[in-house]
């Protein structure tokens, strides 16, 4: 079943059990990936958003509500920060499982050495085996700096 098909049941689930913060969650993903649709048309006609587009969109969306929940937390807005981490919980639901700091370390070797990387210039080739193996598991922006340290 594809991220989409699950996202679409889950709707349907919420709307039975009368689960209006869950449904309000679901909704605002079912419209992000259409917002992503759109733009993805409007650049190369008919475009198709993947399993692995949604993951990404996904993964961003966790990013922004915990930005979110830590602003909502400093400000002393600790109901509306609540809410957000609620919101992070039902993404979550349809992310695969993080990967472990040891896991991360050795897909990260596995990368450099199946992009023959030797420098710091190769690090977008190590990036993008990454992705396409570990989008959604991984959170890239502290890998990047692993990277980094491992490559220099």
């Given at each position: 079943?594809?991220?989409?098909?699950?996202?679409?049941?889950?709707?349907?689930?919420?709307?039975?059990?009368?689960?209006?913060?869950?449904?309000?969650?679901?909704?605002?993903?079912?419209?992000?990936?259409?917002?992503?649709?759109i733009a993805g048309r409007s650049e190369a006609g008919e475009v198709e958003v993947t399993d692995s587009d949604i993951l990404a969109l996904l993964g961003k969306m966790v990013k922004q509500?915990?930005?979110?929940?830590?602003?909502?937390?400093?400000?002393?807005?600790?109901?509306?920060?609540?809410?957000?981490?609620?919101?992070?919980?039902?993404?979550?639901?349809?992310?695969?499982?993080?990967?472990?700091?040891?896991?991360?370390?050795t897909a990260i070797a596995a990368a450099i050495a199946e992009a023959g990387a030797t420098s710091i210039r190769d690090m977008g080739r190590v990036m993008a085996v990454l992705k396409g193996k570990?989008?959604?598991?991984?959170?890239?922006?502290a890998v990047g700096t692993s990277l980094k340290g491992r490559l220099s």
């Open positions: 079943m594809s991220l989409r098909e699950q996202l679409q049941s889950g709707i349907k689930e919420a709307m039975k059990a009368k689960m209006a913060d869950r449904l309000s969650t679901l909704r605002l993903i079912n419209a992000a990936i259409k917002d992503r649709e509500r915990l930005e979110s929940a830590r602003a909502y937390q400093e400000g002393g807005r600790l109901e509306l920060a609540e809410k957000e981490l609620a919101e992070i919980k039902v993404i979550e639901e349809f992310l695969p499982r993080q990967l472990t700091t040891a896991e991360v370390d570990y989008t959604g598991q991984m959170d890239f922006g």
